[in-house]
């Protein structure tokens, strides 16, 4: 880092010795944020990773709880475009016994890379977990038999019922669905 702050410096020191004094701070702003994003790449972060096996326990629990588990990944554009609806969810609804789990099925090679600087971020709150099973033909029809493997989807259950969706939502049909299992 100390290295990208020199050539940094060097290029607004240019910049001012041209006469283009008005540009340095816009040059020094882009500069920081590729810095700071840089410096996001090495964050760590505790990540739980399953194959399916590993899974199941989160997807068939006879507590309580309503359970919202997401199927996602950070490359699925519909999935990051409903992530805050989750989120939104998990904070007006935590004290409710609802708990929300996003389930990433991001590609393994790129956890460190993309996965845990795309939740840093983003400072995700919910409960995420990275789904590392490559039989997806297998695992896909257990979790429910109609899902054709595209996400988003979407299970929703308590003790006595069970929703699947292969949709995106908007917060407001999220927070319907959930309440229809109060």
């Not at 038999?145 to 006595?160: L, V």
Request: charged residues 30%; aromatic residues 12%; hydrophobic residues 40%.
């Amino acid at each position: 880092m100390v290295m990208k702050l020199n050539v940094l410096t060097v290029v607004i020191l240019l910049m001012i010795s041209c006469g283009k004094k008005d540009k340095t701070a816009e040059v020094f702003k882009a500069a920081t944020e590729k810095v700071v994003e840089n410096e996001l790449n090495t964050i760590d972060i505790e990540l739980e990773v399953y194959d399916y096996a590993g899974l199941e326990k989160f997807l068939n629990k006879k507590d309580d709880k309503i359970y919202v588990i997401n199927f996602w990944a950070t490359w699925c554009a519909p999935c990051v475009k409903e992530l805050p609806y989750f989120e939104k969810l998990n904070e007006n609804y935590n004290n409710e016994n609802v708990e929300v789990i996003l389930v990433s099925l991001d590609f393994p090679h790129l956890y460190d890379k993309k996965l845990k600087p795309f939740i840093a971020k983003r400072a995700l709150k919910s409960k995420i977990i990275a789904l590392n099973d490559s039989n997806e033909n297998e695992w896909i029809s257990k979790i429910d038999e109609s899902w054709s493997g595209s996400i988003p989807a979407t299970i929703i259950y308590n003790k006595n019922e069970r929703k699947f969706f292969e949709k995106s939502f908007t917060y407001e049909e999220l927070e319907n669905e959930v309440k229809q299992f109060k």
